[in-house]
Nanobody, 128 residues
Framework: QVQLVESGGGLVEAGGSLRLSCAAS????????MGWFRQAPGREREFVAT???????????DYLDSVKGRFTISRDNAKNTVYLQMNSLKLEDTAVYYC??????????????????WGQGTQVTVSS
């Protein structure tokens, strides 16, 4: 069982920055694939970024095309925490952001349905 607790959302002007955090339980955190997803009103939950264990101490990351170059996913295994640094925020980034852990397969890491463990969500609102 994995428990996830997000923090760091809020209201920010367009062009601003926020950093989201997701604290996880679990003794094998360093091997978990961790993902960030978001859901805007009236829209389906969508993949934003993932960070996946590649063996040893290496990880690889993936991003939604529209956030590449603006968002950075990272992790601190000593703190069992994954982060999403969001820069140059746009109005269309407004959504509830969710942290997810340990998809059923790495190949399915982009699909929200492949994750059993979710945080409660944190609201990010970008204003003009």
């Amino acid at each position: 069982q994995v428990q996830l607790v997000e923090s760091g959302g809020g209201l920010v002007e367009a062009g601003g920055s926020l950093r989201l955090s997701c604290a996880a339980s679990g003794r094998t955190f360093r091997t978990y694939c961790m993902g960030w997803f978001r859901q805007a009103p009236g829209r389906e939950r969508e993949f934003v970024a993932t960070i996946s264990w590649n063996g040893g101490y290496t990880y690889y990351v993936d991003y939604l095309d529209s956030v590449k170059g603006r968002f950075t996913i990272s992790r601190d295994n000593a703190k069992n925490t994954v982060y999403l640094q969001m820069n140059s925020l746009k109005l269309e980034d407004t959504a509830v952001y969710y942290c997810a852990a340990d998809p059923t397969s790495i190949a399915d890491r982009y699909a929200s349905g492949s994750y059993d463990y979710w945080g409660q969500g944190t609201q990010v609102t970008v204003s003009s």
